[in-house]
Structure formats: C-alpha cells, structure tokens
C-alpha cells in the first residue's frame, strides 16, 4: 500500500484544505496506529499523508449540544501504510450562535415568502436587501417581521462573515 503514495497528489489537493482548524488542540501530535508515523501538525499530517479515494476526504458532520447543533468537518487521509486517519476541524463557514440564527431565520423567512408564491429570484431579491440594511416593502406589505433577521444579518456583516 505504501507505493501508493504520491506526494504531487497531496500538493495539487492541497487547496481544498485551505482555512481548516483543528476542532482541539490535543488532536496534534497525531500517531497513526498502524505504523507509529507521527504528524505533528496539521500541515505536517496533509503534507505526509495521502488523499482518500473518494475525494477530498472532507465530510461535514452536526454534533448536537445543549447549545445546538455545531457543523464540524472531519477530515480523512491516508496514511503512508494505507490505513485511513481521521481529524476533526471546525467547520469553515460561519457557525457562531449568531451565524446559526441567521441562517435559521433566512430559512423561515424564505418558507414564509414561497408560501405566499413569491419567486425565488424575487425572494432573493428581498432578502439581500434586508442583509444589506434596507428595507423591503415586500415583506412589510406581508406583514412579516425582519426586524431580528435584519439585526443579526447586520451583526454577521460586521464581523465579516460571508454573507
Ligand atoms: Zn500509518
């Protein structure tokens, strides 16, 4: 299995791993199991270890909690004497208790405007425009409120996540 490793593929894969942090501190140093190989960081374990077959090895999985649900990333490789290693990052996309409401709250809102037919490009439409702190004559005219969608989207945009 060791012949199968291919650091070029490593190299040219590597992007996919751009912005990941590991979910705890205490999963580096990593030893594989099978072969004793010692990774003592993340880029150290991406460089030196090999991508899963099935692709990027990233699988995004919820963890509940009594804060909610958190969105962590698992990340498989392959270590040089084939067996497969599994480290947990943190999700890349915004997964603050803020992100996660806003998220929430842009679902609710997009179910309550397809349920009175709106459009999805219209629906989009309103909805940036709330995002960006304007105000939609569309959803007052519904009756829908956006005022809290509109405060914590407003948050989002300050702390610069991606909207
Ligand atoms: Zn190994």
Request: hydrophobic letters at 35%; aromatic letters at 8%; one cysteine or more.
């Amino acid at each position: 299995m060791g012949s199968l490793f291919l650091s070029d593929s490593v190299k040219s894969s590597q992007g996919s791993y751009k912005g990941l942090h590991i979910l705890r501190k205490n999963a580096f140093p990593k030893q594989c199991v099978c072969c004793g190989n010692l990774f003592k960081h993340l880029k150290e374990f991406l460089k030196n270890t090999q991508q899963v077959s099935t692709g990027s090895g990233l699988m995004e999985y919820k963890i509940s909690s009594c804060l909610g649900c958190t969105q962590v990333v698992a990340l498989y490789r392959n270590c040089v004497c084939g067996s497969t290693l599994l480290v947990f990052c943190k999700c890349r996309r915004n997964t603050s208790s803020l992100g996660l409401r806003r998220k929430e709250l842009f679902g609710q809102m997009w179910e309550q405007l397809k349920e009175r037919g709106i459009s999805h490009p219209l629906i989009r439409n309103e909805l940036l425009r709330v995002v960006h702190g304007k105000q939609s004559k569309l959803l007052t005219n519904l009756g829908i409120d956006y005022s809290e969608f509109q405060k914590i989207a407003h948050a989002c945009v300050k702390q610069q996540f991606i909207v």
